[in-house]
């Protein structure tokens, strides 16, 4: 037992201390370029790993809101296709396509826009949905094809909070302000603070908005998207006078 011990043991001479990198065996310049090489293959494998990620990602949930919308919409008629013997995947999404396109038809009628007023006057005099239903509201009047005069008008830009600092905003009226120094042309100038569902309502004098080269649905997207879809140039367009949109205010005695 003793001789084992002496053969398996190793002089102090020969041993390597780990704190001390100059008593460690030098490494060969094989081993070396081994370390660099496999550093340089990860680099290059995580890095074009992300690339694939950043490019995936958007299309994927491009991908998968379009599918669940097609399937949302295609579940209220396809469990009446169903029950009459027909199962064509896609056939409830084209019924409830042209069951809205009806429904629009229908509204802009007479008849249809007196019952849809009912209808939402019974809506605002429910406690919690109606607030839920303004909100909605004010988002689909906003991309409205008809652009009502409660619709958003034009895309601003005004120096609000502090001076040197702009926010994007919609014009959506115009009024006039009678003071002492004479007719003032106000703007009210809705700026949302949370995406769409909740702003301020500015009152900005007509010469002091900058009127931006974008449209209504452009500015939208800048604002949900939290400023990721700005483009890289603005200009403004010249101003556009809007007499017929215009609301006198009475000056204050």
Known sequence: ??????????????AV??????????TSPNSSTRKACCAVLQSWVSKKFMTGCVVLFPVAVTFFITW????????????LYERLGVDIFGLGFLTSLLFVFLIGIFVSSWLGSTLFWLGEWFI????????IYSASKQISTAISPDQNTTAFKEVAIIRHPR???YAFG?????????????DEELC???????????????LVNSEEIIRPNLSIREGIEIIV??????????????????????IQLNRIQ
């Open 1 to 14: 037992m003793a001789e084992e011990k002496e053969s398996t043991s190793i002089p102090l001479s020969q």
């Open 17 to 26: 201390d780990p704190e001390d990198p100059a008593k460690s065996p030098p």
């Open 68 to 79: 669940w919308f097609i399937q949302f919409i295609d579940g209220f008629f396809s469990p």
């Open 124 to 131: 605002k005099r429910m406690p919690f949905v109606k607030h």
């Open 163 to 165: 001076i040197g600092e």
């Open 170 to 182: 919609f014009i959506t009226s115009t009024v006039i302000l009678q003071n002492e120094k004479g």
């Open 188 to 202: 009210s100038v809705y700026v949302p603070t949370n995406h769409l569902y909740i702003g301020d309502i500015l």
């Open 225 to 246: 998207s939290g400023g990721m879809t700005m483009p890289q140039l603005i200009t403004p367009l010249e101003r556009i006078p809007r007499k017929n949109l215009s």
